[in-house]
């Protein structure tokens, strides 16, 4: 069984950083990719970005310049800094990780950027 389990998140006002975190356990012979999506109310899922096995990274446009995906494959763990948070980013924010082929899915986490 896989486990997909997210920290971080929270409260803050615009212009602040959070991180999250997002570690997986089980049976995770060979993590490709891992990445990170947001869902604002009454809005579509959208990627926020996403790193390779190799370290290949990639970013919406939106994030580009203020978040930064990164990751420990010693600790099968993916982060999200989040810098120069704006309203426009409150949102769920969820990890995914696809092992060989299968995706799965974090439990997601609450952002809020008060104005």
């Known amino acids: 069984q896989v486990q997909v389990v997210e920290s971080g998140g929270g409260l803050v006002q615009a212009g602040g950083s959070l991180r999250h975190s997002c570690a997986v356990s089980g049976s995770t012979s060979v993590i490709n990719s891992m990445g990170w999506y947001r869902q604002a109310p009454g809005k579509q899922r959208e990627l926020v970005a996403s790193i390779s096995s190799r370290g290949f990274t990639n970013y919406a446009d939106s994030m580009k310049g203020r978040f930064t995906i990164s990751r420990d494959n010693a600790k099968n763990t993916v982060y999200l800094q989040m810098n120069s948070l704006k309203p426009e980013d409150t949102a769920v924010y969820y990890c995914?990780?696809?092992?060989?082929?299968?995706?799965?899915w974090g439990q997601g986490t609450q952002v809020t950027v008060s104005s």
């Open positions: 995914k990780v696809t092992i060989i082929r299968y995706d799965y």
